[in-house]
């Protein structure tokens, strides 16, 4: 895969992804599988792993966790 900015070598790695709105939450999901830019390091994060960031978001707000660290994992 080649990076959109500067068509860098992608490799595969792990992020750290903030999701927060207003002053309602603001999370941090780690562990995040992503193609990483060598060159450049922009990150790219392939659509089923951002819907499953938006379920873990979303079930840690049902839990009334509002702030803090989420380890991603996989739903089984
Ligand atoms: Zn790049």
Redesign the pocket.
Known sequence: M???????R?EKSTIALPYEMNKEYMLVVRGVPAFV??????SFVEIEIVRELERIVNDARKDGVTLGFIEYRRAA
Do not use: P, S, T
């Open positions: 080649k990076c959109a900015l500067c068509a860098g992608m830019c060598r060159q450049c390091g922009d």
